[in-house]
């Protein structure tokens, strides 16, 4: 990891690697802006920002806050046949440690 550290600090960035007895290792890496190529989808949660690769977006959709509400009043919520989770409860469930299964919903 330490040629990475040098790389990534020759370029202005940084890496932070943490780790946890029997939770796993998470890196961290900052890089410039100028080195990313990649559009993304930025969101707020929770007062967080998260930057969601368009690559995972199927699309964008306008919902009327009633209809929002009555989504989430469901014991599992959906719209128009998906199941949905709040951006903010993702940021919570991620805090607290979880591993949210992506692929089970959609992120509103």
């Known amino acids: 990891m330490d040629i990475v550290k040098q790389e990534l600090a020759a370029m202005g960035g940084s ?29 707020e949660g929770q007062g967080r920002l998260a930057a969601i690769p368009t690559v995972f977006v199927d699309g964008i959709v306008s919902v009327k806050e009633s209809e929002l509400r009555a989504a989430y009043d469901l014991i599992e919520p959906n719209y128009q046949g998906r199941r949905l989770m709040a951006l903010g409860h ?19």
């Open 15 to 43: 890496i932070v690697v943490t780790t946890e007895l029997g939770r796993g290792t998470r890196f961290e890496m900052r890089v410039p802006l100028a080195m990313t190529s990649s559009q993304a989808l930025i969101c």
């Open 90 to 108: 993702l940021f919570y469930r991620i805090a607290k440690g979880a591993t949210p299964e992506f692929k089970a919903h959609n992120v509103i």
